[in-house]
């Protein structure tokens, strides 16, 4: 009985990440064949993109597009390898013969380290071809290979010092929580998301990038005459030195207690050399500051963190159910806190995530538009348009989509879209 269940857990696993592969593959070539078939400047963008950054626009997309294929496919059958020949449970076995100390805490972090590792390492060929080919070939990387590697070496020491200490906790509670264990582990995950989300900006980010204070001057007074107005309590307002990783250009506001604006340096830049005007700075941050009006990260927060609920009840129900473990090679006795957890939540509930993900992407494009329309009722719809087309412009986004693929992939309403929206409130 149980050989046919956990036979069935392991197809059931399998299955549905090669569908989630699939219909993931199946979007990408839809949009692929609509960049591959779109040579000309669509009629509503003439004058809006010259046919030469459309032309290069194009081929980026194709560039990205080829890359992505590789990648995802590497990335499924590196999963299949390793669910189908209980990978997982080697590196255990391995992990725990090899532990100079007793018990599951210890044999969980070896096991998590050698995993995490690995994982980084097969990383590693995609991340350089990307950094130092695919975006050096259209001018956007500004990465030394120093930059590079200092910046690979201090994310795998942070996300390794973090990640061992909060999965040691997260065992220990759903060993002696008792029965209602994941009100603790629900709790105890959710501070310390905050904590995390509270001290990052002042401490982790600046790590990796080198935050000044944006300088005196008109923009600056600009600014904190239009925060004064609003009564946005604007505690910092930072310049973030992206030009040393990216020719990519942005602005965000963050922040849970401490507001805080950042704004790309490559944002700033010249007009000659691509960048924004005062003005459009300036409407990009009524947009900023349109998500903080209508309290788009509290809102944003409250649902992963129900998510996160319903994510330790699934989990609460499945855990002690010998087939899941497996499933992925261990042994009837054995099962480990950790690997239940990465199997229900990374493989069992993979169509859940999906469908998740896409309801989120859905109320993040609802967000965007508001504080589109945000924006708008501050006068700022005319200069907004002008940025969105320049941000467009410099980060050479190609504005043509598969509907389908859009509706699933953007975070971010295509280019087309915002105007339009912008155009009809203004009018
Ligand atoms: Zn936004």
Known sequence: MTMIDDINVLYSILFFLWLQYLWELYLEIRQYRVCQHTKDVPQELRGVMNKDIFDKA???????????????AVSIITSTFIIY??????????????????????????????????????????????????????????????????????????????????????????????????????????????????????????????????????????IEKLASELKFPLDQLYVVEGSKRSAHSNAYFYGLFAKRIVLFDTLLAKPESGGCENDEVLAVLSHELGHWKHSHITKRLIIMQTNLLLVFLVFAFMFRYPPIYQAVGFPTKLQPVLVGLLVVMQYIMVPYNELLSFLLT???????????????????????????????????????????????????????????????KQD
Not at 58 to 72: A, N, T, W
Not at 389 to 414: E, M, R, T
């Open 58 to 72: 194009r081929s980026y997309s194709i560039d990205k597009s080829s890359f992505g294929f590789v990648k995802s």
């Open 85 to 222: 020949t209980g990978l997982l449970a080697k590196v255990w076995n391995y992990s725990q013969s090899n532990s100079p100390w007793e018990g599951e805490v210890a044999t969980s972090c070896i096991w998590l380290f050698i995993l995490t590792t690995l994982s980084s390492v097969l990383d590693l060929p995609f991340s350089i071809y990307y950094t130092f080919v695919l975006e050096e070939k259209y001018g956007f990387n500004k990465q030394t290979a120093t930059f590079f590697t200092l910046d690979k070496i201090k994310a795998y020491i942070l996300s390794q010092s973090l990640t061992l200490p909060i999965c040691s906790i997260i065992i220990l509670i759903v060993k002696y929580g008792g029965e209602y264990f994941f009100v603790w582990l629900w709790i105890t995950v959710g501070v310390i998301l905050m904590v995390l989300l509270t001290i990052y900006p002042s401490y982790i980010a600046p790590l990796f990038d080198k935050y000044t204070p944006l300088p005196e001057g008109e923009l600056r007074t600009n």
């Open 362 to 424: 859905c109320l993040s494009r609802y967000f965007e538009f508001q504080a589109d329309k945000f924006a708008t009722k501050l006068k700022k719809a005319e200069p907004l348009q002008r940025a969105l087309i320049q941000l467009n412009k410099d980060n050479l986004g190609f504005p043509v989509y598969d509907s389908l693929y859009s509706a699933w992939h953007h975070s971010h309403p295509p280019l087309l879209q915002r105007l339009d929206a912008l155009k009809t």
